[in-house]
């Protein structure tokens, strides 16, 4: 094998584990949004390992963050709770960076 040939297959690598590290940060950054969704909804454990499921699958909808939102605002109206958009922004913002920390080592 050449080098290049060996270069071409250490890149892939790479890749590869930065998609799972990514994958790993963003299903993690779903654990957290959901745990701060579920304490606000009064969510009993069961319901809340219950709801991290629903957060994970909505995420597979779009790529970013925007089904989350949409499906964390419309969660918040169903049960009457009124909550600024800015907030459900900052508490993904905070999940993701929370998430991002428990990588890295």
């Known amino acids: 094998m050449n080098k290049f040939d060996e270069r071409k297959k250490s890149f892939e690598k790479k890749f ?10 963003q299903s993690r ?3 957290y949004i959901a745990e701060f ?3 606000k909804l009064g969510k009993n454990e069961k319901e809340k390992e ?3 499921s629903e957060i994970i699958k ?6 970013g963050q925007e089904d989350v939102f ?10 009457s709770i009124s ?19 428990d990588f890295k080592k």
């Open 70 to 79: 949409r499906k964390v605002k419309k969660d918040f109206q169903l049960a």
């Open 37 to 39: 969704v579920s304490l």
């Open 16 to 25: 590869q584990v930065d998609q799972e590290l990514q994958f790993k940060i």
């Open 83 to 101: 909550i600024e958009d800015s907030e459900i922004r900052d508490q993904i913002e905070k999940a993701l960076l929370r998430a991002k920390e």
């Open 50 to 52: 219950k709801y991290i």
């Open 29 to 31: 950054s779903n654990k």
């Open 58 to 63: 909505a995420d597979m909808e779009e790529k």
